[in-house]
């Protein structure tokens, strides 16, 4: 069962938006801290951005700063947590294949293997 499922990439100009979803399977993940990473071909997965358990703490990657809000829906009128990654003034080296991921505490971090659940990953690419 894929407990995380992510949606929203494609392909947008320079100076584009996109928003990025990531649908939790379990209203457990209510009380994980979640973030976004992104991973371009031939390099290594990186921070992007994170949120903690209530939402109410976020950080981000200096790279994205100003550009990329993240924020979560734990409503409990929903029967999922979802997660968003509001990408805006897109640049061609925001090119990459973006992962939703949540760890099992409350407060975020920036590295990928203090998260323990991942999707499948969607794809983001911005043409000059």
């Known amino acids: 069962q894929a407990h995380l499922v992510e949606s929203g990439g494609g392909l947008e100009q320079a100076g584009g938006s996109l928003r990025l979803s990531c649908a939790a399977s379990?209203?457990?993940?209510?009380?994980?801290?979640m973030g976004w990473f992104r991973q371009a071909p031939g390099k290594e997965r990186d921070f992007v951005a994170s949120?903690?358990?209530?939402?109410?703490?976020?950080?981000?990657?200096?790279s994205v700063k100003g550009r990329f809000t993240i924020s979560r829906d734990n409503s409990r009128d929903n029967a999922k947590i979802t997660l968003y990654l509001q990408m805006n003034s897109l640049k061609p080296e925001d090119t990459a294949v973006y992962y939703c991921?949540?760890?099992?505490?409350?407060?975020?971090?920036?590295?990928?293997?203090?998260?323990?659940?991942w999707g499948q990953g969607t794809q983001v690419a911005v043409s000059s």
């Open positions: 949120i903690s358990a209530s939402g109410r703490s976020t950080f981000y990657a200096d």
């Open positions: 991921a949540a760890r099992s505490r409350v407060v975020p971090s920036t590295l990928p293997s203090e998260y323990d659940y």
């Open positions: 379990e209203r457990t993940f209510s009380s994980y801290a």
